[in-house]
Structures are given as structure tokens and as C-alpha cells.
């Protein structure tokens, strides 16, 4: 994927930057520009989320796509944020560690890097709280 | 409203098809529409082809006007539209036709689906695929395909007690139906003990969990009803075609285990046809993964909730029970050429209903297709009866 594409949304994945509504009050990461309840009447702006959460489900991801290679296998979950929305995200522990309700903080690691010399992409992956 | 009525089907075997290439599946698949129709080509109004991803599979966009060359349909220079809603584009591509002809815009449409996957790798195809879901928050953090339909699977296991056996006898009533339809690409039976010992792709799912890449093209005709008698004794009624659509993303559904968009593209469909699950004598749903086989029969209305993987257990759904599913094999083994699937399932409501579906043939009257896209963003439904 282009440079650009992962740069645009750095912010996001680095540091859990996501939107909420201040109309009906719903959180989103990842960000929305548009309430899906108010639509235009909503008043969207730019939040931090705490980075805690809750393993909602999960999946220990053995084939994957070349970039993931040197990571496989690994944990996959649907987190749902303190906040009240969920993101999917990669955890890191071991795959029989993982189970649903588990309590999970974000850190910031590397997700990918494309090749030799590639571009490398951070973001934000979870560990047990 | 115009009433509206299929009156020719072709399909290509589906499979591994090194020595065809993406042009050709469709021409074969359309071809044999045509001829199973009675029908010149000329006699044709417009094309709809439902298509994933020529782009990444075979490099290949503008596919609407690449089908219509080499199908021999330039001549007229009649309209042909390639459409695109993931695994769920064949459905599309019939749903378009579908409300081309009952508008009366046009009379006589054909509506296709085709996918040549094996020319490239196994990690592109995995990559290409993933494009199905919310690339940039689903794929770019390593959610895989496969391991968006395990994460349903992990949350309904936990839920509602499904064993991991219940979940591969969907994969081995599938392989049963696939064994006994030629078109099949996997016409092999399987056990039980076969899924369990397969290689883990994403936990819980397993190899023979999966619906495997697929070479194919399917192709449908459609006409007013009041003039399917000019080509058919056999014309097969469009009693309903309803599409729905939910997020991109598994995780901003609102529940995990139920497709939403399912219970939508059902509802409208069995309103619009005023029906309900009890008359569908058979139905093909989307089984991309066996989770997704329970959730549609379930979410479809077939049973309640969670009790879709006793009914598997129980026989109901195998040839001969109270509701046949996937009497094609499914997905899971007559293939899934993912733009040709939606299409395909039309074909085999059709062949039933016509009575030809020998060796697997069910007594049914009123059939019901299941076309899913992603993860359940878009799923398009159809009724069809004689």
C-alpha cells in the first residue's frame, strides 16, 4: 500500500485517536466523520480513547497474508474500548492465554514491514492489563 | 411491476481451471444459458456480470465490455454492466436483472457471475480477498478473512453452546450434496473425523471449514413471465429479489453471531413474495465457512437462534430433511468462484425445481437463494417457485 495511505491515519493507529459525537454522545475508532445516528445533525470532534478494553471475541490467526509471515500465528480480537465501541486489533500474549472478557490495554508496536527496506507501520496492538 | 421468470441456466464445472481462461469460463457458462433457452444471442436486451476482483486476479478491469466482445454481443452493442459487492456480486448481478426486466426497461437480460482465482498465489488471493472487509481497519491490523468468520464462530461457540463437532457436519453434509453434483469441485464425501484433523487456519476453523478458491462462471436468463412460454415448458417464477446492507466492519455489528443484513434481505423477501420460512422447500445460503451456514438458517428464520447446529446434527438440513441446505454442495464444496456463487445458486434452485438435480434431487416447489458479501455488509436474497 502506498506511503501516504498509512501516513494519513498515523495519529489514529499510533495513538488511539478516534471521533466522537457531541450530539448523542457515541465514541468512534475508528473515526467516523459522520454519525451514523445523527447524521448531519451530529457534531463530530476528535477524542483520545483511554486504550483500555475487553476481549468481546477472538481468533489465533495461523495463515495469513506474506507481511504477517514472521508473526504467525497470532491472537485477533474485537475489542470493545472503555468507552463503548469496538476495534479489531491484534493481542499479544499466547494463544491459549486468550478468552473472551479478557481485560486488554493498548501499546504501540510495529504491525508491519513490507520486505527489505520496505516501509515499516506501526499501530496499536494489545497486551493484558 | 412486471412478473418475471428464468428461463435458460449455464455453469461451468467448477474447479482448478489451469487451461481456461477468465473470458472463456464466462462465454461456456453464457453460451449454455443461451442454448438451454432456445435463444439467439441477438435475442438478447442487456448483461449484468457480477465480478469480485478481476483487478487483482487477473489484472483485468472494464469486465462488463470484455464480456460482451467475447460472447459475441458487440454487434448490437447492448449494454453490459459489470457489477461488484464482494462474494455477494453475483447476487448482485441477478438483482439487477431481476429489476431491469420487471421494470419493464428491457426484455430479455442475462445475468452472470465469473471468477478466475488461481492465477495468482495463495497469500495474493488471501490478500485480494481480505479486501471483502474494512481494509484499513480489519486487514491492515492482520484480520484475514478466514479469521473474521472464526471470530463469529468463537463468539456463537461461546454463546450457544455449539460443539465443534456440529460445525463440521455442516462441512460433511455439504461434501455429501457436492459428491452427487458434477459440477462440483470437490465431489469427494468427507467425515467428521476428516474437518476435526484438517490443518487450523484461524481458530476455531479448520481447512475443511473453509470454501476453497475456485475457478467459474454461472449465467442465468431472464424475461418477462408472460413470455417465458416462447422459450421454456419449464419457466421458473422470480417470486421475490431483496438486497440489504450492513457495516463494513464485523466489529461494529451489533451483534457478532447475527448478520443483520441476512434478517433484512429475508424479511423483504418473504414480504414481498408473502411467504413465510415454513414454504421454502429448499434453500441455498451463503456457506463461505460452516459458521456462516448456521447463521444463515437462523438469521434467514428457519429455526431460532442457536438451534441451527442441532439442526445439521439432526439431519434436517441434509437432502430429505424438513429444509434442504445447499443441495449444490454449497460454498464449501461445489466451490466458490466468489463473483459466479450468487449466480450459481440460482442455477441449482432452478435445476431443482425443474426436477434435474439427479442424484440429489429434493421434492420441493419453492427454493430460496442466500448471497453474502464480506462479512455481511451486503447480502442479496431470492425466492423462486413453479
Given at each position: 500500500m502506498s506511503v501516504p495511505r498509512y501516513w494519513r491515519k498515523q495519529l489514529n493507529r499510533y495513538n488511539l485517536k478516534g471521533s466522537k459525537c457531541e450530539t448523542c454522545g457515541r465514541h468512534f475508532f475508528p473515526p467516523r466523520g459522520l454519525c451514523p445516528e445523527c447524521r448531519r445533525d451530529g457534531k463530530i470532534v476528535d477524542c483520545e480513547f483511554s486504550g483500555n478494553g475487553t476481549v468481546r471475541t477472538f481468533s489465533i490467526i495461523r495463515t495469513a497474508s506474506s507481511d504477517y509471515d514472521i508473526q504467525t500465528p497470532y491472537p485477533l480480537a474485537i475489542i470493545e474500548l472503555d468507552e463503548g465501541t469496538c476495534m479489531t486489533a491484534q493481542v499479544i500474549c499466547e494463544p491459549e492465554e486468550i478468552h473472551i472478557g479478557m481485560k486488554v490495554k493498548r501499546v504501540f508496536r510495529r504491525i508491519i514491514a513490507e520486505g527489505n527496506g520496505g516501509v515499516i507501520v506501526y499501530g496499536t496492538k494489545f497486551v493484558p492489563a | 411491476m412486471r412478473e418475471v421468470a428464468v428461463v435458460g441456466i449455464g455453469l461451468t464445472e467448477f474447479g482448478e481451471k489451469w487451461d481456461t481462461s477468465f473470458r472463456n469460463l464466462f462465454v461456456e457458462a453464457g453460451a449454455k444459458a443461451l442454448e438451454d433457452a432456445g435463444m439467439s444471442g441477438d435475442q438478447i436486451d442487456e448483461i449484468f456480470v457480477g465480478n469480485m476482483s478481476g483487478g487483482r486476479f487477473v489484472l483485468q478491469e472494464h469486465i462488463g465490455a470484455l464480456i460482451a466482445d467475447f460472447a459475441g454481443l458487440t454487434k448490437n452493442h447492448i449494454p453490459s454492466t459489470r457489477v461488484e459487492a464482494a462474494c455477494a456480486s453475483g447476487g448482485l448481478a441477478f438483482r439487477q436483472a431481476y429489476t431491469t426486466v420487471a421494470s419493464g426497461i428491457q426484455d430479455i437480460v442475462i445475468a452472470g457471475g465469473v471468477e478466475k482465482m488461481t492465477d495468482v498465489g495463495g497469500s495474493e488471493t488471501t490478500d485480494a480477498l481480505a479486501g471483502a472487509a474494512d481494509r484499513e481497519w480489519e486487514g491492515l491490523v492482520g484480520a484475514t478473512f478466514p479469521g473474521l468468520y472464526a471470530m463469529i464462530a468463537t463468539d456463537y461457540m461461546n454463546r450457544y453452546g455449539l460443539t465443534r463437532e456440529q460445525l463440521a457436519m455442516v462441512a460433511v453434509k455439504n461434501h455429501y450434496n457436492g459428491a452427487r453434483?458434477?459440477?462440483?469441485q470437490y465431489r469427494k464425501e468427507i467425515t467428521v473425523e476428516d474437518v476435526l484433523r484438517s490443518t487450523l487456519v484461524a481458530d476455531p476453523l479448520r481447512l475443511l471449514d473453509c470454501s476453497p478458491v475456485t475457478d467459474g462462471a454461472a449465467a442465468v436468463i431472464l424475461c418477462p413471465l408472460e413470455m417465458a412460454r416462447e422459450f421454456t415448458d419449464t419457466p421458473v417464477k422470480i417470486l421475490a429479489s431483496s438486497q440489504a446492507s450492513d457495516t463494513i466492519a464485523l466489529h461494529d455489528r451489533r451483534d457478532f453471531s447475527t448478520l443483520d443484513a441476512t434478517v433484512a434481505a429475508g424479511r423483504r423477501a418473504f414480504k414481498q413474495a408473502s411467504l413465510t420460512p415454513k414454504d421454502i422447500g429448499m434453500v441455498e445460503v451463503h456457506d463461505c465457512f460452516t459458521i456462516a451456514e448456521l447463521c444463515a438458517i437462523e438469521d434467514l428464520g428457519f429455526c431460532a437462534k442457536g438451534q441451527a447446529g442441532k439442526l445439521t446434527e439432526d439431519g434436517q438440513t441434509a437432502l430429505g430433511g424438513s429444509i434442504p441446505v445447499n443441495t449444490s454442495g454449497g460454498l464449501k464444496s461445489c466451490g466458490h468462484p466468489v463473483g459466479a456463487t450468487g449466480i450459481k445458486q440460482v442455477c441449482e434452485i432452478v435445476e431443482q425445481l425443474r426436477g434435474e438435480a439427479v442424484g440429489r434431487q429434493v421434492d420441493a416447489e419453492i427454493g430460496m437463494t442466500h448471497n453474502v458479501g464480506g462479512t455481511g455488509a451486503t447480502v442479496v436474497c431470492n425466492i423462486l417457485g413453479v
Open positions: - | 453434483n458434477p459440477m462440483a
